[in-house]
């Protein structure tokens, strides 16, 4: 990629639009109040809602990058328009999650703990706990996954405030430990058998228009699978508020806009790094890596399954990179990457269970 392109300027090197801190207050506020008005629902279930609507926000913003990425190191497009396009692809999957990935819901907002009954501010301390972790690292240019984080905070605010006997084990292990663990070997093993079948397609045009809607198709189906994660915790407070199941249709539209402008508003370092840093990739590598990324989580979210775009994506890039030698690959943020996953769950986990201290008084 040119250094002519504006978009990567170093006074843009954080935002892919001016005034990005501005416009994401006036949406947490515009939410807050639209929730308040329109359902009356409280001020309580406004904030954790616009709260929801920040994750999200930040979660679109970390991302959107793990398959947009693919077209800059393919040099398919600048990365103005990779984010422009990917933005859309995450609008649409975002909404369509509100039919097609709804039994996520129930395992994140109350699959995990074994309580009927949860005060709110277990559900404020998550939703914050996962916001400052995830928001952190996208600042810093970290791909980290939200499923960790909203995983590591359940953890950390459930065990404070109910006991760690009352952390349903067996379903975390079985539901979100063993998939999140799996999907990066089941991500480097696909990755590195479609290699000899991908690199016999001839390059040119067709190859190019193919790996750009395989991009759209691998960001759509990351929104699908991370949406009805988002919500839950939206959904797990609003419940304590004594709002009805009926409030979930309103929590996908929110959360999907969000996901939306985050992912047009502060996309670009993180997808800088992707496509920059780790290995670089023409179009058919990347429109392996991509069909790899779509499968993989879309059949995640058909099973109702949580999966780690990041680490589905990235260990895709990893997998052709290792194909074509392991000199290819910058194994320094690899190194970096692995070191970033593994501390995200018992930092979100912190920072929820001190919030929690802090709002219980």
Same mark, same amino acid.
């Given at each position: 990629?040119?250094?002519?392109?504006?978009?990567?300027?170093?006074?843009?090197?954080?935002?892919?639009?001016?005034?990005?801190?501005?416009?994401?207050?006036? &949406?947490?506020? /515009?939410?807050?109040?639209?929730?308040?008005?329109i359902?009356?629902?409280?001020?309580? %279930?406004?904030?954790?809602?616009?709260?929801?609507?920040? /994750?999200?926000?930040?979660?679109g913003?970390?991302?959107?990058?793990?398959?947009?990425?693919? +077209?800059?190191?393919?040099?398919?497009?600048?990365?103005?328009?990779?984010?422009?396009?990917g933005?859309?692809?995450?609008?649409?999957?975002?909404?369509?999650?509100?039919?097609?990935s709804?039994?996520?819901?129930?395992?994140?907002?109350?699959?995990?703990?074994?309580?009927?009954?949860?005060?709110?501010?277990?559900?404020?301390?998550?939703?914050?706990?996962?916001?400052?972790?995830?928001?952190?690292?996208t600042?810093?240019? &970290?791909p980290?996954?939200? $499923?960790?984080?909203?995983?590591?905070?359940?953890?950390?605010?459930?065990?404070?405030?109910?006991?760690?006997?009352? #952390?349903?084990?067996?379903?975390?292990?079985?539901?979100? *430990? #063993?998939?999140?663990?799996?999907?990066?070997?089941?991500?480097?093993?696909?990755?590195?058998t479609?290699?000899?079948?991908? &690199?016999?397609?001839?390059?040119?045009?067709?190859?190019?228009? *193919?790996?750009?809607?395989?991009?759209?198709?691998?960001?759509?189906?990351?929104?699908?699978?991370?949406?009805?994660?988002?919500?839950? !915790?939206?959904?797990?407070? $609003?419940?304590?508020?004594?709002?009805?199941?009926?409030?979930?249709?309103? +929590?996908?539209?929110?959360t999907?806009?969000?996901?939306?402008?985050?992912?047009? *508003?502060?996309?670009?370092?993180?997808?800088?790094? !992707?496509?920059?840093?780790?290995?670089? &990739?023409?179009?058919?590598e990347a429109?392996?890596?991509?069909?790899?990324? %779509?499968? /993989?989580?879309?059949?995640?979210?058909?099973?109702?399954?949580?999966?780690?775009?990041?680490h589905?994506?990235s260990?895709?890039? #990893?997998?052709?990179? /290792?194909?074509?030698?392991?000199?290819?690959?910058?194994?320094?943020?690899?190194?970096?990457m692995? +070191?970033?996953?593994?501390?995200?769950?018992?930092?979100?986990?912190?920072?929820?269970?001190?919030?929690?201290?802090?709002?219980?008084?």
């Amino acid at each position: 990629m040119s250094s002519a392109d504006p978009i990567i300027t170093t006074s843009q090197k954080h935002s892919a639009i001016p005034f990005s801190w501005l416009i994401t207050g006036v &949406m947490m506020i /515009l939410v807050a109040l639209a929730f308040h008005f329109i359902l009356h629902g409280g001020w309580l %279930a406004s904030i954790g809602v616009a709260l929801m609507a920040w /994750l999200a926000f930040e979660n679109g913003g970390n991302d959107i990058s793990k398959s947009v990425s693919t +077209l800059i190191s393919g040099g398919v497009t600048n990365y103005r328009t990779a984010i422009m396009s990917g933005t859309i692809a995450t609008l649409i999957g975002g909404l369509t999650s509100a039919w097609a990935s709804r039994q996520m819901v129930k395992l994140f907002s109350s699959g995990l703990l074994d309580e009927t009954n949860f005060p709110s501010s277990i559900a404020l301390a998550t939703l914050i706990g996962a916001i400052l972790w995830v928001a952190i690292a996208t600042r810093i240019s &970290m791909p980290v996954s939200t $499923t960790h984080a909203i995983t590591g905070a359940i953890i950390g605010a459930g065990v404070l405030s109910l006991g760690v006997e009352h #952390i349903k084990w067996g379903a975390l292990y079985s539901k979100v *430990v #063993i998939p999140l663990l799996a999907s990066p070997v089941i991500s480097i093993t696909i990755a590195y058998t479609l290699w000899n079948i991908i &690199m016999k397609l001839p390059e040119g045009r067709y190859l190019r228009s *193919v790996h750009f809607l395989s991009s759209m198709f691998a960001t759509f189906a990351r929104a699908v699978n991370d949406t009805p994660k988002i919500v839950a !915790l939206g959904f797990f407070i $609003t419940v304590t508020t004594g709002l009805d199941a009926s409030t979930i249709t309103p +929590l996908f539209f929110i959360t999907a806009i969000a996901m939306a402008l985050g992912s047009y *508003v502060k996309g670009l370092p993180v997808t800088h790094l !992707l496509a920059e840093k780790i290995t670089k &990739m023409d179009d058919r590598e990347a429109l392996g890596a991509n069909l790899t990324t %779509a499968l /993989l989580v879309s059949t995640a979210s058909k099973l109702g399954l949580p999966v780690s775009t990041t680490h589905v994506i990235s260990s895709a890039i #990893i997998g052709f990179g /290792l194909k074509k030698g392991s000199g290819e690959v910058s194994w320094r943020v690899v190194r970096d990457m692995v +070191l970033s996953w593994v501390v995200t769950l018992p930092v979100a986990g912190i920072f929820a269970a001190i919030l929690f201290l802090i709002f219980r008084g």
